[in-house]
């Protein structure tokens, strides 16, 4: 459905039946997809190799946390008629101006380290160019996807390269013949000894940072606008973090069955030490899918950041010129949003030209590993600010009655607060070390 269609209209069209349904969901996939990077996938498989199944509870909990966060960014687009920028701009104009800033850094770290990452694969599979120019093929190829598809394109490509993800990582899990009486014991919360750092990664980690603040715009792309389509959101919410938690459920499958007690390399790289134990254990065949998985996962992040962020980014500007908040506003928002900052705005697209072309320079670096931590301690940043700027406007009267949070909501978004609170502190503690 395209951006044309106005709310009215879609009104009386919301799926009613399971087939229809099923048919709808893509915002969440995308989201999920966007979130989980090579990066996740190898701070899971790293826990796998260190303490087997025991912390299986910890990804488990994660996709919960992401699963309640992904909800209530929906249901505010869905119940408020507002973006999350429009929210945002009410509790203050220091939150466009924390969010603005952050964004510009963001972007140009993560720009770098998306490139970098969808390159290590093909350069593994295709060795005659350096991982350098891989990223900068690939950078450019998601430019180019991004710039002249819209929302519908984005989803298929990506909807593709999930199932490729399934295949190729899911598939890696099943080879290895995971031990399900072992991995049951997870199921069970325990700290190994030394293993709290990696506890609070996986629950940080199962699914993106600013990434998720995403998952609204292209709810609205969707052609939903209207609290009726709540159990529509929640669905298609439920069904890409679970996507999500069975991709980081098989990574910690595979590091505690065919890397337990081994040394892997920390960073996008350990993936490639994955391929090589495949090969190794069961021949070149093995190897090959798993890296074009590899960039499957890479690729989804970069594709899915340079439509999501850049919608985020020229909302941002739209919003920053408006001027005060007024009570009664809310009826036009998403009117105003959409003529003034969608996929051919002028914002949108300079925003995609930053995220692509300036961080190609940190490439000549190759990754040095200050880039790495630096990027970490970005996505740390931005969690709570989401889960507490959600929890605000979520029990505030600018949400309609069906959209407010219960009990259930505000305690997870409380935790999700008070956890991605201590990640940042911890964070930017190791930053300074």
């Known amino acids: 459905m395209s951006n044309d269609t106005r709310p009215d209209e879609v009104a009386d069209h919301v799926p009613l039946n399971w087939r229809e349904r099923l048919r709808h969901i893509g915002p969440g996939i995308m989201a999920a997809a966007t979130g989980v990077g090579a990066g996740d996938l190898v701070a899971t498989m790293v826990a796998?190799?260190?303490?087997?199944?025991?912390?299986?509870?910890?990804?488990?909990l994660g996709t919960v946390f992401k699963l309640a966060l992904g909800e209530a960014v929906g249901r505010w687009h869905l119940a408020s008629g507002q973006t999350l920028l429009a929210g945002w701009?009410?509790?203050?104009?220091?939150?466009?101006?924390?969010?603005?800033?952050?964004?510009?850094?963001?972007?140009?770290?993560?720009?770098?380290?998306?490139?970098?990452?969808?390159?290590?694969?093909?350069?593994?599979?295709?060795?005659?160019?350096?991982?350098?120019?891989?990223?900068?093929?690939?950078?450019?190829?998601?430019?180019?996807?991004?710039?002249?598809?819209?929302?519908?394109?984005?989803?298929?490509?990506?909807?593709?390269?999930?199932?490729?993800?399934?295949?190729?990582?899911?598939?890696?899990?099943?080879?290895?013949?995971?031990?399900?009486?072992?991995?049951?014991?997870?199921?069970?919360?325990?700290?190994?000894?030394?293993?709290?750092?990696?506890?609070?990664g996986l629950i940080g980690g199962v699914g993106g940072t600013i990434t998720m603040a995403a998952y609204g715009?292209?709810?609205?792309?969707?052609?939903?606008?209207?609290?009726?389509?709540?159990?529509?959101?929640?669905?298609?919410?439920?069904?890409?973090?679970?996507?999500?938690?069975?991709?980081?459920?098989?990574?910690?499958?595979?590091?505690?069955?065919?890397?337990?007690?081994?040394?892997?390399?920390?960073?996008?790289?350990?993936?490639?030490?994955?391929?090589?134990?495949?090969?190794?254990?069961y021949g070149q065949w093995a190897r090959i899918p798993f890296l074009i998985g590899f960039f499957s996962v890479s690729f989804t992040s970069l594709i899915g950041v340079w439509n999501g962020v850049s919608l985020l980014?020229?909302?941002?500007?739209?919003?920053?010129?408006?001027?005060?908040?007024?009570?009664?506003e809310a009826e036009a928002d998403l009117d105003d949003y959409e003529r003034k900052a969608g996929e051919r705005s002028p914002v949108f697209r300079g925003y995609l030209v930053w995220l692509t072309f300036p961080p190609m320079?940190?490439?000549?670096?190759?990754?040095?590993?200050?880039?790495?931590?630096?990027?970490?301690?970005?996505?740390?940043?931005?969690?709570?600010?989401l889960a507490g700027t959600l929890l605000v406007l979520l029990n505030s009267k600018r949400v309609a009655p069906e959209g407010r949070s219960r009990w259930v909501s505000n305690t997870l978004l409380a935790v999700c607060l008070a956890l991605f609170a201590y990640l940042a502190v911890n964070e930017l503690v190791g930053l300074f070390d």
């Open 313 to 328: 980014f020229a909302d941002w500007w739209r919003t920053w010129r408006l001027p005060r908040y007024v009570k009664g």
């Open 361 to 385: 320079a940190l490439l000549f670096f190759d990754r040095p590993f200050q880039l790495t931590v630096a990027y970490g301690a970005l996505g740390a940043l931005f969690m709570p600010f």
């Open 89 to 200: 701009r009410t509790l203050g104009r220091w939150v466009l101006v924390y969010f603005g800033a952050y964004a510009v850094v963001w972007g140009f770290v993560y720009g770098a380290t998306a490139m970098s990452a969808s390159g290590l694969p093909l350069n593994a599979l295709m060795p005659g160019l350096s991982v350098r120019y891989w990223a900068m093929i690939c950078g450019v190829l998601g430019f180019v996807l991004v710039w002249f598809g819209r929302y519908a394109v984005i989803e298929k490509i990506m909807t593709v390269l999930v199932g490729v993800m399934f295949v190729t990582v899911v598939g890696t899990a099943v080879l290895v013949a995971p031990n399900l009486f072992d991995a049951s014991k997870g199921l069970v919360p325990s700290l190994p000894d030394g293993s709290l750092v990696y506890v609070l």
């Open 217 to 281: 715009y292209w709810t609205i792309a969707k052609g939903w606008h209207s609290p009726r389509w709540l159990s529509m959101m929640r669905l298609d919410n439920t069904v890409g973090y679970i996507t999500t938690g069975v991709f980081v459920v098989a990574m910690l499958v595979v590091g505690s069955e065919l890397l337990l007690h081994q040394d892997v390399v920390s960073g996008d790289e350990g993936l490639l030490v994955l391929g090589d134990a495949l090969a190794e254990d």
């Open 48 to 60: 796998g190799s260190r303490y087997g199944y025991t912390l299986l509870w910890a990804v488990i």
